[in-house]
């Protein structure tokens, strides 16, 4: 019989755009035993979750709470919860996790309205908004940051203009919560959906998201529908009661708030990691952590570029945690990542889609986003480099960076 030995998983520099490394204080969080579920001291942590989590969304939402499962788990809540079959949506796309949004939005039966952007490039807000105009959909669903192109989408605008036009404004902020700025209030949206791989620096697994009383009245009334008892007025816009009971967010939220329905068992363990990874973000402070990202990938960038290599996405609508490489002409970028991950325990991601073989793409986020690690994989880049006989500046990279690091006075680790 075979004996299987006790896991024994190695140490690595995760530089991907998610999962990325654990804040070692959450994995220990995650080591604290057991609780019942409706254990006052559980109950406790997770109205202390909640509470934190509508600072990390900048809201006074009532709802913030996270679903359990991976961050789709997040967005098909939320879409299986509001929309029913015959809505029409409206969903930009911009790279792959827009047709994410799509299928799950096709899968609960909406009428899709599709408006696409070359990869690598954003909407203008104003394009979005007069397809609104045009299509009268009642949700837009759209990704704030795409993390297979490295770009991100300005919403300032498209938030107020879904309030005006009567449209419910779902986002995608997998990649960016606990990164860069996601105002929720300030922005208007209606329905937010964070992920816990990324920014946070928690493990995968849970997906943390807030939304409005514009979205909970539309799931009032679904439940009203589901009990016979929705007036004709009611009917007007909502027909249906929510399929899914796992995702039912009528059913979460009463879990979630006073009346603690039994829904599914709260996943403890998970909910640790959670609390401990946005109490984290809060104690480093936001508007600091956003800074702190913003630092490193500067310093990634110059490193980058004074090596001799060029980005895919140097401009100005660049997500600040992910940064693009284009591979250099006759440079196998598989064998590059390979060579990484196993001479120096470092994991860089390849793309999807259009750009498959075309880019690398680097993360720095969370507790990965370190001087440390960014130093690190500019030195590791530069000498797989050179064995794969790519011509770049040799020894400019880490001077670069290190130039950016000893301009500030900020200290960073
Ligand atoms: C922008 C974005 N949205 C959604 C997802 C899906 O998340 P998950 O794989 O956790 O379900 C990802 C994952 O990489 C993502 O980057």
Known sequence: MKVFQEINSPLRTIM????????????????????????PAFTNMMNETMEMLRQVFQTKN????????????????????VIEPGDKVLIPIFGRFGHLLTEIAERNGAEIHNIECEWGTVFDQQVIID????????????????????????LDMIGPACRELDVLCIVDAVATIGGTEVKVDEWQLDAVIGGTQKCLSVPSGMAPITYNDRVEQVLSVRKKVEKGVATEQDKV????????????????????????????????SMLYALREGVRIVLQEGLNERFARHRFHEKALMEGI?????????????????????????????????????????????????????????????????????????LAALEAVLIRHDASIEVGKGLQAALDVYESSNLVVN
């Not at 998610?18 to 604290?32: K, N």
């Not at 004074?306 to 997500?319: H, Q, R, Y």
């Not at 390979?338 to 680097?362: D, N, T, V, Y």
């Open 16 to 39: 991907t755009p998610g999962p990325v490394e654990v804040d070692p204080r959450v994995l220990r969080a995650m080591s604290t035993p057991i609780l019942g579920q409706f254990d």
């Open 62 to 81: 009532q709802w913030a709470f996270p679903v359990d499962g991976t961050s789709r788990a997040g967005i098909e809540a939320v879409l299986c919860s």
């Open 131 to 154: 397809e609104m105009k045009r299509v009268k959909p009642k949700v837009l669903a759209i990704v704030h940051g795409e993390t297979s192109t490295g770009c991100m989408q300005p």
């Open 237 to 268: 816009d909502v027909q249906q009661p929510i399929r899914s009971n796992y995702f039912d967010l009528s059913q979460l939220q009463d879990y979630w708030g006073p009346r603690r329905l039994n829904h599914h068992t709260e996943a403890t």
């Open 305 to 377: 570029k004074a090596m001799g290599l060029t980005l895919f996405n140097d401009v100005p609508w660049k997500l600040p945690m992910v940064t693009c490489v284009n591979i250099p002409a006759g440079v196998d970028g598989d064998s590059v990542r390979m060579m990484l991950l196993q001479q120096f325990g470092i994991e860089i991601a390849s793309s999807f889609g259009p750009l498959h073989g075309k880019i690398w793409r680097i993360g720095s986020m969370g507790y990965s986003c370190r001087k440390e690690n960014i130093l690190f994989v």
